[in-house]
């Protein structure tokens, strides 16, 4: 069975920042591609970052040079370090892991505020 969690959602003022982690458990971490997605309020959900198994990242254009996703095989857990953050990432922020299968988090809020 296949699991998937992420933490780390939370509040900050602009121009703060969070690291959102997910972990999973079930599946051979190191072959999926693994990403973050986030969903706010009358919006599609978009995909924000992701990683392939070989370490090929994409950033969506709203937070290139901003965000940084990374993973650790080893602990079956990927990152998206979120700098600089704005009003406009406030959003439900979803884990996304496919190859074979696609399994998706719980979600984690993240509210950008002053």
């Known amino acids: 069975q296949v699991q998937v969690a992420e933490s780390g959602g939370g509040s900050v003022q602009p121009g703060g920042s969070l690291r959102l982690s997910c972990t999973a458990s079930?599946?051979?971490?190191?072959?999926?591609?693994v990403g973050w997605y986030r969903q706010s309020p009358g919006k599609e959900r978009e995909l924000v970052a992701q990683?392939?198994?070989?370490?090929?990242?994409y950033y969506g254009d709203s937070v290139k040079g901003r965000f940084t996703i990374s993973r650790d095989n080893p602990k079956n857990t990927m990152y998206l370090q979120m700098n600089s953050l704005k009003p406009e990432d406030t959003a439900i922020y979803y884990c996304?892991?496919?190859?074979?299968?696609?399994?998706w988090g719980q979600g984690t809020q993240v509210t950008v505020s002053s």
């Open positions: 996304n892991i496919r190859r074979v299968g696609n399994y």
């Open positions: 079930g599946i051979i971490f190191r072959l999926y591609i």
């Open positions: 990683i392939t198994s070989g370490g090929s990242t």
